[in-house]
Nanobody, 122 residues
């Protein structure tokens, strides 16, 4: 599976962005897909994940109510709608795919996209 993340940018606090993760490969529609983020000097942290058919979604506490993960298997794409952005959301955002299911642990994600930068200014 190959993943391509896009949609990042530089915005003001309170604005919205939608990230996209487009996949290639036959088995993508059977995998869970997650978004992680990595701020400068910090470890990559979990943001949100979605199971293969979109029926199960898990969010990190700090983004609940502001971010929404979704997928369109016909387009082999997973989205992360980010609303009410805060400066602390500034990071490089990565999408990953896992055959295990919608888990939070990075170790279970076998394939990764290249990352897209999100910068939120106050």
């Amino acid at each position: 599976v190959q993943l391509q993340a896009s949609g990042g940018g530089q915005v003001q606090a309170g604005a919205s962005l939608r990230l996209s993760c487009v996949a290639s490969g036959q088995s993508f529609n059977t995998y869970a897909v997650a978004w992680f983020r990595q701020a400068g000097g910090k470890e990559r942290e979990f943001v949100a994940t979605i199971n293969w058919n979109g029926s199960n979604k898990v969010y990190e506490d700090s983004v609940k109510g502001r971010f929404t993960i979704s997928r369109d298997n016909a387009k082999k794409t997973v989205y992360l709608q980010m609303d009410s952005l805060k400066p602390e959301d500034t990071a490089v955002y990565y999408c990953g795919a896992s055959p295990k299911g919608p888990v939070k642990q990075r170790i279970w994600y076998d394939w990764w996209g290249q990352g897209t930068q999100v910068t939120v200014s106050s």
